[in-house]
Nanobody, 123 residues
Framework: QVQLVGSGGGLVQPGGSLRLSCAAS????????MAWFRQAPGKEREFVAG????????DYTDSAKGRFTISRDNAKSTVYLQMNSLKPEDTAVYYC????????????????WGQGTQVTVSS
């Protein structure tokens, strides 16, 4: 079992930045690929970014490329999502997830989920 607790969301103006964190406890954090998903009202949960167990590989949805950066610190059992140049369409609840498959973009590929943190981009 892995417990995930996300934090760092909030209200930010367009063009601003936020850094999300997800702290893990339980089984060995470095055993899991990690990802961030988001879900806007009335929409399905979608993949935003993923990172391999060692942190050497990362991937992003097209809308996040060049603006978001996923990283992890295995010593601290934490994964991060640095979000820059935020847009109103980035408004959503952001979820961190842990799974055993690297490069997975589907929700069903992840076994453990954080509780979600709200990100609102508005002037």
């Amino acid at each position: 079992q892995v417990q995930l607790v996300g934090s760092g969301g909030g209200l930010v103006q367009p063009g601003g930045s936020l850094r999300l964190s997800c702290a893990a406890s339980g089984r060995t954090f470095s055993s899991y690929a990690m990802a961030w998903f988001r879900q806007a009202p009335g929409k399905e949960r979608e993949f935003v970014a993923g990172i391999s167990r060692s942190g050497t590989w990362a991937d992003y949805t097209d809308s996040a490329k060049g603006r978001f950066t996923i990283s992890r610190d295995n010593a601290k059992s934490t994964v991060y999502l640095q979000m820059n140049s935020l847009k109103p369409e980035d408004t959503a609840v952001y979820y961190c997830a842990a799974g055993s498959t690297t490069r997975a973009v589907l929700t069903r590929s992840y076994d453990y989920w954080g509780q979600g943190t709200q990100v609102t981009v508005s002037s």
